[in-house]
């Protein structure tokens, strides 16, 4: 079933349809859809993605532990704003044995550093599992936005970071605004720094 569905999205892929792509798993029920993309944005989604974008002159995304890309292409084509995915264990990425990939993968160094993360763009984490990675990265980033996507309190999954407990590092990040990924208990947390925030005059309290 799996198979169907990602051959049935590889079609949409190919045809350039991501809006018929998106609908695969409309109400974001679909278990076999689920392995494929763990979080299945509505055009609400991707629409709050692209203001808060704007809101701070961010001019796209960087994408870590991007997977196949397919999150990533649904944000490129609803927004017109490039995105760039990364990942690791490039050997694996490239042989036979994995998924189709709907976005050029980049490969992030064991160590990352500041030139592979682009300061105009926001950061973005989707269901990221690695705090420590995720403190490196943003210890690298000289931008304004971390976005952090994954499953809020009473989901029954696990992401670490997790969009309200992001545990920064430092204090300059706060949290500006969020939204629920359809019904999902998923949710889009916007975190700026401090000072772009104070910019625009307020902040976000849950």
Not at 5 to 29: C, G, M, P
Not at 44 to 67: A, D
Request: proline fraction near 6%; charged fraction near 20%; include cysteine.
């Amino acid at each position: 079933m799996t198979e169907s569905i990602l051959q049935t999205v590889l079609q949409f892929y190919h045809e350039n349809r991501w809006e018929e792509a998106l609908k695969v798993n409309k109400n974001s029920d679909n278990l076999e859809a689920s392995k494929v993309l763990w979080v299945w944005p509505s055009l609400m989604n991707l629409r709050f993605l692209k203001k808060k974008c704007l809101e701070f002159q961010m001019e796209g995304f960087v994408s870590l532990g991007c997977g196949c890309g397919l999150l990533e292409w649904f944000i490129h084509n609803a927004t017109g704003l490039p995105v760039m995915g990364y990942e690791i264990n490039e050997a694996w990425w490239k042989s036979k044995y994995s998924c189709p990939q709907f976005i050029p993968l980049n490969f992030s160094p064991e160590i990352p550093d500041s030139s592979m993360l682009n300061s105009k763009c926001a950061l973005l984490f989707c269901y990221f599992n690695n705090r420590p990675a995720f403190l490196d990265y943003v210890k690298c980033y000289k931008g304004n936005m971390v976005i952090i996507i994954g499953p809020g309190e009473g989901s029954g999954r696990h992401t670490d970071p997790e969009p309200f407990k992001p545990g920064f590092d430092s204090p300059e990040w706060i949290l500006n605004d969020y939204q629920e990924v359809k019904d999902t208990k998923d949710y889009v947390a916007v975190y700026v720094r401090k000072q772009a925030n104070r910019m625009l005059g307020w902040v976000f309290k849950i």
